[in-house]
Every structure is written in structure tokens, then in C-alpha cells.
């Protein structure tokens, strides 16, 4: 493995450049409002994780995501819970997604889980 991670040995083609937006914060009526700084992250891989239906009996139907993709960043890639990742028309995944939780950085790269609800 190369010092600049496994995403370096992947073909061109795999990896695509993502928007990044953020943090979300609320605005002074309560609204979540995303952020004003935006970067652009080259060398990305996104990969779906799981695609669900839910139930009629889930009492929280109406709030529950219903994609999930997972994003592989470089090294060092400033990317935060909440922050709006926007995928380019074109990748499979294309649109915007939300960072669920708080990414995993080692030093490998940085994987977070997105969700578009």
C-alpha cells in the first residue's frame, strides 16, 4: 500500500470529485441552513450501501432514509457530520447526500456513511 492510500490504486475511471457543503448550523427561525463554505474533493470513490423500503409498520416511515452510499475520501480530507456532499450528474449516486455520522478518518483515507432522505 502506497503512503497515499488504497484509493491511489484504483482505476481513473472509479473515482469522481465531490462538492462538499458545510457544516449545517440553524438559521435564527430554527431551519437547518448548510453552510456557506464549499470545497471540491477530487479523487473519491462512492459506493452504495444499502437501498430500503420502509415498512408500513415502521413508526418512523416518513423519516427514514431511503438510500445510503458510502464515501471513501483521501487522506486529510476536511469532512464533518451533517455537511452536504454533492455527487456530479453523470456517477451513478449523482445528487445530494448528507454525512450521517461522524467520519472515520485513519490513515488510509477518511469513510463516512451518507444518507438521502
Do not use: F
Amino acid at each position: 500500500m502506497s503512503v497515499d492510500g488504497p484509493l491511489s490504486h484504483l482505476p481513473g475511471g472509479w473515482k469522481t470529485a465531490v462538492t462538499v457543503t458545510g457544516p449545517v448550523h440553524r438559521d435564527a427561525d430554527g431551519y437547518l441552513t448548510p453552510g456557506d463554505e464549499t470545497r471540491t474533493v477530487d479523487g473519491c470513490l462512492i459506493a452504495p450501501a444499502t437501498a430500503t423500503t420502509p415498512g408500513l409498520t415502521d413508526p418512523a416511515t416518513s423519516q427514514a432514509p431511503a438510500d445510503t452510499a458510502t464515501l471513501y475520501a483521501p487522506p486529510d480530507t476536511p469532512i464533518h457530520h451533517l455537511d452536504t456532499v454533492t455527487i456530479p450528474p453523470g456517477h451513478a449516486l449523482a445528487g445530494s447526500w448528507q454525512v450521517e455520522a461522524t467520519p472515520a478518518v485513519w490513515p488510509m483515507g477518511v469513510v463516512a456513511t451518507l444518507t438521502r432522505r
